[in-house]
């Protein structure tokens, strides 16, 4: 076990490097200048233009300036400066990631509590009516993307009923996040839905199952323990894989219900061309990824006892 | 105490019904490959029928926009702004389902849309696969250095948000037409498929057939491409079918966040863009290109979950 995390982590490092390099590279090669965007259309004198580019470190090769900005995060935590409002940028970062937290909570709750149990109803039922029509919902929301589904909502919940405000106001109630977080969840629930559902339906067949029933345990037992814990695998890898997504994922939802958080920055930052902004979120979320992805792993061998790590 | 006869029974009529479902299975007369027999399955599938049904219609409405509409789709005038509501009897007509803001018929730009959605979501998939397939292959069949290398490139690509690296890449370019948008989405997209790749060829890699042939002295690429790549095709193919809507709804979310598509090109995703800032005048803009792209998007889901229950019997 302790070996197995040992090179995981190892392996992390490359990745870690290449995932940011890419983004670097991308970011970097954007055309335009964020410095003279400063200065809107009136433009300022070439000197000054010079100076902040110098200041910034933004007239280095761009291997030294990736270099540069890897020393500052990996020794003092600091992912540089955003240009138009020369704060540091884990301050914006700071003020805009809590509120997708919030959405992100709230939409990763939804998803598990109704994904699975719908998962659960139609995994026991396979092949009945319930099942039948969890299956069909579960195809009809997959099919709808996320910014048709979030307009309807808005539609139909806020300006024909007037249930919820159309917009989510500066204080970001819990309350007003529910409509969002299910726009956000909704996919995702619908693909934990199917996972549970499928997983629960082939271990249904399996013969411990069969011992479980034989020897007479009582139904909770079967179902909640022996089947359960059996079936989640699938489901836990995709919701691991899920948390990253539903922060970068937020773009969308965040613009349609006017949330400032992660999403709307980072529509910002690429717009702007905010390299340092954008490479900022983008590590974090890498991180968030590599994290998660690790914890999944070692999560299965607490769900499949058979399961051992070299 | 509980009830023990009774819980047991429950549990033993949940363990039946899966096997119910599969006595009810047709009977095979003779031996089928596995691409026959799945063949088989599926011309008896409904969900197969009506999305291989609704495919073949909205690839003829994006070969011949011409058969379905005369009217043009850039073309407005705007003594027609805003105008009307679907008219039955009206079907086929270019006034039918209303006018869009600026007096162009909102059913001649439906249909015009389908063309560009539909190129996306093909292309940008027989991308995704060659390429990510070549890499997982080779990932998978040689092991060691090279999948070590591949993996970590594969991972580094993963680790990049789809959405986000998509918007990234789309904004380096001024002139975002149909190939940008396909080149741009098969660039982050391939990983999935390698990923897939490469676990299904690990599987095969171990079976007898491999070693039979590798034992009679044929070559690494005759086993590759005889042996192993049609053995370990199912579930690309698999993720293939589903990923296509997912391109699809990419492309329309991407035009909608004004970095994908944009104006002159007729897109299903450039129209929910521009009806969204028109939302309260008028939601039948909305209304009809979200319709399409959502029954495009199911068609391809189905179709791949008819394949794959087809493939892989065990998941029914």
């Keep these: 076990m302790g070996r197995y995390v040992a090179r995981r982590l190892l392996q992390m490092i490359p990745v870690f ?62 992912f540089g400066t955003q240009i138009r409002n020369d704060r540091p940028v884990t301050e914006v970062l700071g003020e805009a990631f809590p509120v997708t937290l919030q959405l992100a909570t709230l939409a990763f709750a939804f998803e598990l509590i109704f994904g699975i149990g719908l998962g659960i109803i139609g995994g026991l039922k396979a092949g009945k009516l319930a099942d039948n029509a969890i299956l069909i919902f579960t195809l009809l929301i997959i099919s709808i993307p996320v910014f048709v589904l979030g307009f309807f909502i808005k539609m139909v919940f806020a300006d024909n009923l007037g249930w919820i405000a159309p917009n989510v106001s500066n204080e970001q109630l819990w309350s007003e996040m529910i409509a969002p977080a299910v726009v956000l969840g909704g996919l995702s629930l619908a693909y934990v839905a199917r996972l549970t559902r499928t997983s629960m339906a082939e271990n249904l067949r399996a013969d411990y199952m069969r011992t479980a029933v034989a020897k007479g345990l009582p139904k909770r037992r079967i179902i909640g323990v022996h089947l359960m814990r059996n079936s989640m695998i699938p489901v836990v890898t995709f919701l691991g894989t899920d948390i990253g997504a539903l922060m970068g994922g937020a773009v969308v939802t965040e613009k349609i219900f006017n949330i400032k958080g992660v999403g709307g920055l980072i529509a910002e930052s690429i717009s702007r061309r905010e390299g340092s902004t954008l490479v900022g979120l983008v590590t974090i979320l890498v991180i968030v990824y590599l994290v998660t992805s690790l914890l999944i792993d070692l999560l299965y061998a607490v769900l499949d006892p058979r399961i051992r790590y070299a | 105490m509980p009830d023990v006869t009774k819980t047991a029974a429950v549990a033993e009529e949940a363990v039946d019904a899966p096997s119910v479902v599969e006595a009810a299975a047709p009977k095979q007369e003779k031996a089928r490959s596995l691409w026959g027999d799945a063949w088989h399955d599926l011309r008896r599938n409904p969900y197969f029928l009506v999305s291989a049904v609704l495919i073949l219609f909205l690839l003829t409405v994006a070969a011949f926009p011409g058969l379905f509409t005369s009217a043009s789709p850039t073309v407005g005038d705007l003594v027609n702004h805003y105008l009307g509501k679907p008219e039955l009897a009206h079907i086929g007509q270019a006034d039918w389902l209303g006018y869009d803001g600026q007096g162009r018929s909102v059913y001649a730009r439906m249909i015009h849309g389908t063309r560009a959605s539909i190129i996306v979501g093909i292309c940008v998939t027989a991308i995704v696969t060659v390429v990510g397939g070549l890499m997982g292959m080779l990932a998978g069949y040689f092991g060691g250095v090279m999948d070590a290398i591949l993996s970590r490139v594969t991972d580094i690509f993963f680790g990049i948000p789809f959405l986000l690296g998509a918007m990234v890449v789309l904004q380096s370019f001024t ?26 060829v690990i599987t095969v890699k171990q079976a007898d057939y491999v070693h039979a042939a590798k034992a009679l002295g044929a070559g690494t690429s005759r086993i590759l491409f005889k042996h192993i790549l049609p053995n370990a095709m199912a579930p690309v193919i698999v993720v293939a079918t589903i990923a296509l809507g997912g391109y699809i709804s990419a492309e329309a979310t991407l035009s909608y966040l004004g970095l994908g598509l944009a104006a002159p090109t007729v897109s299903w995703g450039v129209d929910v863009s521009t009806a969204v800032d028109q939302i309260r005048v008028a939601p039948h803009i909305l209304l009809w290109p979200s319709i399409m792209l959502s029954v495009t998007i199911l068609a391809f889901i189905m179709l791949g979950e008819a394949v794959r229950n087809a493939l892989d019997p065990k998941m029914r």
């Design chain 1, 17 to 78: 490097f290449g995932t940011t390099l890419l983004i670097f590279l991308m970011v970097y090669s954007l055309p335009g200048d964020p410095v003279a965007g400063l200065f809107g259309d009136k433009g300022a004198s070439p000197a000054t233009i010079e100076a902040i580019r110098h200041k910034l470190g933004l007239d280095l090769p761009l291997y030294e300036q990736y270099w540069n900005y890897m020393k500052g995060i990996i020794l003092h935590f600091d």
């Design chain 2, 175 to 200: 002139e975002r037409t149909v190939w940008v948008v396909v080149g741009a989405l098969a660039f982050l997209g391939w990983t999935q498929m390698a990923r897939v790749m490469r676990g299904a």
